[in-house]
């Protein structure tokens, strides 16, 4: 059915009024205190390249800007590393895990996803989207499938996106906007579809006028189950100039969400996220700010003081500069300071030092320059030595890495693997195993960050074989309690051990099945050899000088011939 542009624009003007009364003012104070190149707010020129242009004119101390610099360099290291693996998909049956095929076509559908996000811009949407989690503690990233095979990712500025969550607390209504030039509109919608406006920018060589464009995606209300046209997938996708003309230039459809929308903390029913070290340190920041203008201010007032004259000077010129002489034929004690200042520079320096460390330490720099500090020495820090050295850190940052596993990541990984696989001859796939069709897979997390966050389970384990341990040494069926197997599978899964590095279960039994048998084989040839000794050892037995042998005599006991 057409589409009601009024009813389109109704929705987006109530999502607009909602997140104007939430937090629209305070991320606002968060672009221009901290990352005045992001955001789009009321006010704003919202073209390309100029949103950002009248910000930034409060920032007189870079300590806050660096800070968030760091801390988005350091989630990206410690979450989604390009030079590392930090993601692994493995079915839901574990028996699967364990079958040779099914193993080796997994090994192989990670390897080329792994290469499919290198080729793409995923690690550059990534940082961009750290980046806005912990400024605005929100973040919206587009995923895309191109035709010929590949993927294709963008992050949003908070300001250009508004969202809306289901009845599960999922977001699944997303409302954007962006500008377009004339010549883009063109190739991706065709001129036909395009207003009048942009027509005329075309034929009159202005191919680069923009127009701000925006796209609607939301479950689709009304549609035949039956068809899989794109008017009747379960989510509508609407392209529409704002403009005066409000022309529809595309309507389509998807059949899962195209976005990954994440933030920093949820709290109960809200629609977006807060609590990031952004808004949390913002307090803080405009202390810092307000205090490096008022240290600036009295080293200008002491250099510069006022000067009290007397009336005779009046419009005549006082010469401040080296050397520079005023004459005057008033006071006798000539010009002075209009009354005494005096400012403590080295306590005003001290309280602002105080501050940044509050803002290095609120935005996790210690925990993250610990990691940037040891790889630059080029001494890897591992995910033991985190939580060992910053275990309360890691506590702090672990419901954020958890949201960015759930959120940002999950939807990401799920919707590459996804496309992959139902075109595996475009991704280099070979056809998966028929047992495997039909089976749920699950994405586990590797990261640096990821591991830290699950060396709690490793200690568990660790504390209990060195007890296991020391109690065998008093009573060794204390080991019959534990299955230590499974301690080995587990403590390989948390760290994150590849898996073609962990033998499967058949393997295994194999393995010790044929240990057992070169352990019997061994045993039966020194029983042998033993045998033959103790015969050797009978034939050379005399039961006296005179006599026959000891097993001659057994023989011929036993009705055999005597041996000579």
């Not at 305070?26 to 020129?45: H, N, Q, S, T, W």
């Not at 080295?346 to 790889?375: C, H, P, V, W």
Request: hydrophobic residues 35%.
């Amino acid at each position: 059915m057409p589409v009601d542009t009024q009813d389109l624009l109704n929705r987006w003007n109530a999502l607009k009024a909602e997140r104007e009364a939430s937090i629209e003012a305070k991320a606002k104070e968060v672009a221009e205190y901290l990352i005045p190149d992001r955001g789009r707010f009321p006010g704003d020129e919202r073209k390309p390249d100029k949103a950002h242009g009248k910000r930034g004119s409060k920032i007189l101390d870079s300590t806050p800007g660096d800070a968030h610099e760091i801390a988005t360099n350091g989630m990206y290291s410690g979450l989604t590393p390009p030079s590392r693996p930090w993601h692994r998909t493995q079915f839901q049956d574990e028996d699967l895990n364990e079958w040779g095929p099914a193993k080796k076509f997994m090994d192989r559908l990670e390897r080329r996803r792994n290469a499919e996000l290198r080729k793409s811009n995923f690690y550059s949407a990534m940082h961009s989207s750290y980046a806005e989690s912990i400024g605005f503690a929100n973040t919206l990233v587009y995923m895309r499938e191109l035709d010929a095979g590949g993927f294709v990712f963008r992050t949003f500025t908070f300001g250009e996106y508004w969202w809306s969550r289901s009845a599960t607390g999922r977001v699944d209504t997303v409302y954007r906007t962006e500008w377009m030039s004339a010549k883009k509109m063109l190739d991706d919608f065709g001129e036909d579809k395009c207003s009048r406006q942009v027509k005329e920018s075309l034929r009159n060589n202005r191919p680069f006028d923009c127009y701000e464009i925006l796209h609607a995606v939301e479950p689709r209300t009304v549609r035949d189950v039956t068809k899989k046209d794109a008017a009747n997938k379960p989510f509508q996708s609407v392209w529409m100039e704002t403009g005066n003309e409000k022309t529809v230039l595309r309507e389509g459809g998807f059949d899962d969400f195209p976005y990954a929308c994440a933030v920093w903390l949820l709290v109960g029913a809200d629609n977006y996220g807060s609590g990031s070290p952004g808004f949390r340190k913002l307090p803080d920041i405009k202390q810092l700010q307000d205090m490096e203008e008022s240290c600036l201010m009295a080293v200008h007032r002491e250099l510069d003081p006022p000067i009290q004259a007397p009336p005779s000077m009046k419009g005549q010129p006082i010469r401040r500069n080296s050397g520079g002489i005023t004459y005057h034929d008033g006071q006798a004690d000539g010009l002075k300071r209009l009354y005494e200042f005096k400012f403590d520079l080295q306590a005003g320096e001290a309280k602002s030092e105080a501050i940044r460390q509050r803002i290095f330490k609120g935005f996790y720099n210690d925990l993250f320059l610990m990691i940037t500090n040891s790889e630059a020495r080029g001494q890897p820090v591992t995910a033991t030595q985190i939580l060992e050295m910053q275990g309360e850190k890691m506590l702090q940052l672990g419901p954020f890495i958890e949201r960015q596993e759930d959120e940002l990541l999950d939807p990401i990984v799920t919707f590459v693997t996804s496309r992959m696989l139902q075109r595996p001859w475009v991704y280099g796939l070979p056809m998966p195993p028929e047992e495997i069709y039909g089976q749920q897979y699950k994405i586990e997390y590797i990261s640096l960050l990821a591991q830290a966050q699950r060396m709690i389970g490793i200690r568990a384990i660790d504390d209990t074989l060195t007890f296991a341990t020391a109690g065998a040494q008093v009573n060794p069926e204390i080991l019959d309690v534990y299955d230590l197997d499974e301690f080995a599978r587990e403590r390989a899964d948390l760290v994150g051990l590849p898996a073609k590095l962990v033998r499967s279960g058949d393997r295994v039994a194999e393995r010790r099945e044929q240990r057992a048998r070169q352990i019997h084989e061994q045993q039966a040839m020194e029983q042998a050899g033993a045998l033959a000794a103790g015969v050797k050892t009978l034939g050379d037995a005399k039961l006296n000088p005179d006599d026959p042998s000891v097993l001659s005599e057994m023989l011929k006991g036993l009705g055999g011939e005597a041996v000579q």
